[in-house]
């Protein structure tokens, strides 16, 4: 027995906010954003939550899958941008949707938060007990952005992808591996929202991304080439090999650095930033969403997430 993908969800909030539309507001330009990332245009919640946007996303999935919620065992949502710490935003979801019988949490790895949840969901299919497991990613990361600081709020932003992996005969889920270098702890910072009140004082801090953002770049650009070739060695497959590459939806240039380190022409990497710009944990679930429509019987594919923590995930499937 084996694990494969039986549906997929998407959800985003209705309000689009264009580079032009956010430089009216930040100190920025079409141009840079463009020039420097690849991104264009980002959906903003203006009344949409992360609980919504996650059950929107879990609707779609199962859905598509024609699985019956009731029979969902496991619902995990991979989020830094909660509505609430407690209950768990899988809680929620599996509320909403009738998952009466699952068990549900949540996990935070940032942008690597989808690999890290589809590693658990899976390795607990495989122990058995498990027949069909939720794995969402969602964000409402413009309620956690410092509108002031143009190095960070132009890249974030809100969405959800939701993947249902059932039990079958067929095994799509070919390796995966993760990690994390603590050491760079500081290089992407998010404070929890409450909890700043302790017994004796109130200590001011500021309740939004910090970044650096050069420093995130070289990892990047490091660890998921480093991370992809694990993969590879362990199927014994070649960068060649691989039909579409769909890497967290952080930068272009980041995509097209990775592409060149692995040899393999940038085309095959999949992008929709240009739409959506970096939504965390929701984007390679989304982006696998909208590659969907590419990807034929048999295709080598590679998800590859990276983030803070610093954290880092890859998993190659066969479509
Ligand atoms: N608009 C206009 N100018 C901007 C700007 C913006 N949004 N953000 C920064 N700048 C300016 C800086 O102030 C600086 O100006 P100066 O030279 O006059 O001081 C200049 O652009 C260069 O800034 P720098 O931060 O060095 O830019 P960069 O080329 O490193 O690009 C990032 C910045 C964030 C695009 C880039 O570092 C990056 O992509 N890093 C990875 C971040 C990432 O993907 N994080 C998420 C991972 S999960």
């Known amino acids: 027995m084996g694990v ?29 954003i463009r020039s420097r990332t690849g991104i264009e245009n980002r959906c903003i919640a203006v009344t949409e939550t992360t609980e919504q946007l996650a059950t929107s996303a879990a609707l779609e999935a199962i859905s598509a899958a024609g699985i019956e919620a009731h029979n969902i065992e496991l619902v995990i949502v991979a989020t830094v941008s909660p509505d609430t710490t407690m209950p768990s935003t899988a809680c929620l979801v599996a509320r909403n949707i009738g998952a009466d ?17 589809s590693e658990v969901a899976i390795s607990m299919m495989n122990q058995g007990g498990y027949q069909n497991a939720l794995v969402i990613g969602a964000e409402v990361l413009s309620k956690m952005l410092d509108w002031e600081d143009r190095g960070t709020c132009v890249l974030f932003a809100d969405g959800a992808g939701a993947v249902l992996y059932t039990k079958s005969e067929e095994n799509q889920i070919l390796a995966i591996e993760t990690g994390s270098n603590p050491k760079g702890a500081d290089q992407i910072t998010l404070p929890a929202g409450v909890g700043n009140h302790t017994f004796y004082q109130v200590e001011e801090r500021k309740q939004t991304i910090q970044m650096s953002g050069r420093d995130v770049y070289v990892f990047a650009t490091t660890k998921v080439p480093e991370s992809i070739r694990k993969v590879l060695e362990k199927a014994q497959l070649t960068p060649e090999e691989i039909a579409v590459y769909i890497l967290h939806q952080a930068n272009s240039r980041i995509m097209d650095n990775v592409a060149q380190k692995l040899g393999v022409p940038k085309e095959h990497f999949f992008k929709n930033l240009s739409h959506y710009g970096n939504t965390s944990a929701a984007s390679i679930p989304m982006a696998l969403y909208d590659a969907k429509a590419l990807l034929k019987s048999g295709d080598k594919i590679i998800l590859s997430g990276f983030g803070a923590g610093l954290t880092w995930g890859t998993m190659l499937l066969e479509w």
């Open 4 to 32: 494969k993908i039986a549906g997929l969800g998407k959800a985003v909030p209705q309000m689009v906010l264009s580079n032009e539309k956010l430089s009216e507001r930040v100190d920025t330009s079409d141009e840079w």
């Open 101 to 117: 019988r699952a068990t549900c949490f949540d996990i935070t790895a940032a942008c690597s938060g989808f690999v890290f949840a």
